[in-house]
């Protein structure tokens, strides 16, 4: 049985920052990725990580989100600074083949 718990999501201000996490469990996998959702939008791609270190971004956050993992605990994390509002969404923590977590609601405010 395949889990993913995201935490971390909330609510700042433009410019600034906050770290997602997904805890996984049930399988290795190797690649975890991050997509979002926002108000009226399809869900689009944020940024991978496979088990090996590479690494994969959208390029709306390019220079502002780091994707990192611990292999160890089956676990990703997402770094975003320089938030902006048009970075409001859900945000899904997303294994193959398709699974997906309950999403985090980040809230960026001008």
Request: charged share 15%; with cysteine; net charge positive.
């Amino acid at each position: 049985q395949v889990q993913l718990v995201e935490s971390g999501g909330g609510s700042v201000q433009t410019g600034g920052s906050l770290k997602l996490s997904c805890a996984a469990s049930g399988s290795i996998f190797s690649i975890m990725g991050w997509y979002r959702q926002g108000p009226g939008k399809q869900r689009e791609f944020v940024a991978s990580i496979t088990n090996g270190g590479r690494t994969s971004y959208a390029d709306s956050v390019k220079g502002r989100f780091t994707i990192s993992s611990d292999n160890a605990k089956n676990t990703v994390y997402l770094q975003m600074n320089t938030l902006k509002p048009e970075d409001t969404a859900v945000y899904y923590c997303s294994v193959p083949p398709g699974y997906w977590g309950q999403g985090t609601q980040v809230t960026i405010s001008s």
